[in-house]
């Protein structure tokens, strides 16, 4: 089963809190988002594997760790995702970003696909797929299913806030993929919003509401 790690770090939970508070401005709580997708990128990446590299320093010769990898994609789920790849970048400059666009219908909650775009060679890469929030799940399920589709298998999943519910589908639908979060919330409401959560993440970012 995907591993849920929670990274309640001090900075990482109170730059959240900050952002659930309902008159935190959208320039604010971009700037947050960012800031903690530094942080929470730090972690995310924790596992990556290195390899011995022969190095000359201005001393003498020796070895040491390099990564092993060298084909990353950072992939926002649009729109609200956006918000989560500046940070990254700012740790992995390197880093190549795809995306896929994703809404989920008023009425059954459910996701519907507008856009995909994945730099060529993406089944190669390491995969992280960052979406602030996981409600449902049904969004950040499918858009794994369309990359897995494409033959990615090194996949991972940065949320913000998830609930439960989120959480138990990702584990069902993809038990390969681990699951990275600041916060798992109590529980969503009949809207499929996060409760307590943060309202609506896209709207936050961008100030359309
Ligand atoms: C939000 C959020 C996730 C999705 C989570 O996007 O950014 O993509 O909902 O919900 P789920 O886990 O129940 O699928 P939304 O559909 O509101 O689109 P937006 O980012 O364009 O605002
Ligand atoms: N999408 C959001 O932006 N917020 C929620 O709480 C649930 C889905």
């Known amino acids: 089963m995907g591993e849920v790690h929670v990274l309640d770090h001090p900075l990482i939970s109170d730059k959240l809190t900050r952002m659930r508070r309902v008159d935190t401005t959208s320039q604010d709580f971009r700037m947050l988002l960012r800031e903690i997708s530094v942080l929470m990128g730090y972690e ?8 011995p590299a022969t190095v000359e320093t201005p001393i003498c010769m020796g070895t040491f760790p390099v990564l092993k990898e ?7 789920i649009l729109r609200a995702g956006i918000g989560m790849v500046d940070g990254l970048l700012e740790l992995m400059p390197f880093a190549h970003v795809g995306h896929i ?42 858009a794994i299913d369309n ?12 949320n913000l806030v998830a609930a439960p519910e989120g959480v138990a589908l990702m584990q069902e639908r993809h038990p390969d993929v681990d699951i990275y979060v600041a916060a798992v919330d109590e529980k ?14 896209g709207d936050r970012i961008f100030g359309t509401k």
């Open 101 to 142: 666009g994703l809404y989920r219908d008023e009425e059954t909650h459910l996701p519907v696909e507008y856009y995909y775009k994945m730099p060529e060679g993406v089944e190669n890469s390491v995969i992280i797929v960052v979406d602030p929030m996981l409600a449902t799940g049904g969004s950040a399920a499918d």
């Open 147 to 158: 990359l897995k589709a494409r033959g990615c298998t090194n996949i991972r999943l940065m």
């Open 188 to 201: 969503l409401n009949k809207n499929a919003y996060i409760v307590p959560g943060l309202g609506d993440a």
């Open 44 to 51: 995310v990446t924790r596992d990556f594997e290195t390899i």
């Open 70 to 76: 060298s084909f990353f994609t950072i992939v926002p």
